[in-house]
């Protein structure tokens, strides 16, 4: 099962930006990935997601126009640029992957988590 692997997160002021990797052990080229994120007493909330080809990205109405996905198909990367950040950003972020094209808001759908990584955002 193909392991994936974030990097990235940590302290960034609200209005700045962080960016996070996603890495997995091997070819995503069959796999849509998407991040999710989840904050302390809330539950695990969509993010961003990307197909499997890359062309289609997708979003939460709360980071659309501010955070950014894309993919490295030859690197098996991908990653989230976050800009404007807002102190409702801060939560632990997750890489998830799932097989097929189609990018899923549904976690249950992925089959390959990420450990998370923290992303916190002061004033």
């Known amino acids: 099962q193909v392991q994936v692997v974030e990097c990235g997160g940590g302290l960034a002021p609200a209005g700045g930006s962080l960016g996070l990797t996603c890495a997995a052990g091997?070819?995503?080229?069959?796999?849509?990935v998407s991040w999710f994120r989840q904050a302390p007493g809330k539950e695990r909330e969509f993010v961003a997601g990307?197909?499997?080809?890359?062309?289609?990205?997708y979003y939460s109405d709360s980071v659309k126009g501010r955070f950014t996905i894309s993919r490295d198909k030859a690197k098996n990367t991908v990653y989230l640029q976050m800009d404007s950040l807002k102190l409702e950003d801060a939560a632990v972020y997750y890489c998830?992957?799932?097989?097929?094209?189609?990018?899923?808001?549904?976690?249950?759908?992925?089959?390959?988590w990420g450990q998370g990584t923290q992303v916190t955002v002061f004033s």
């Open positions: 998830a992957r799932k097989t097929g094209t189609a990018v899923s808001r549904n976690p249950p759908d992925y089959l390959s």
């Open positions: 091997r070819s995503l080229v069959t796999e849509s």
């Open positions: 990307i197909d499997s080809r890359g062309g289609m990205a």
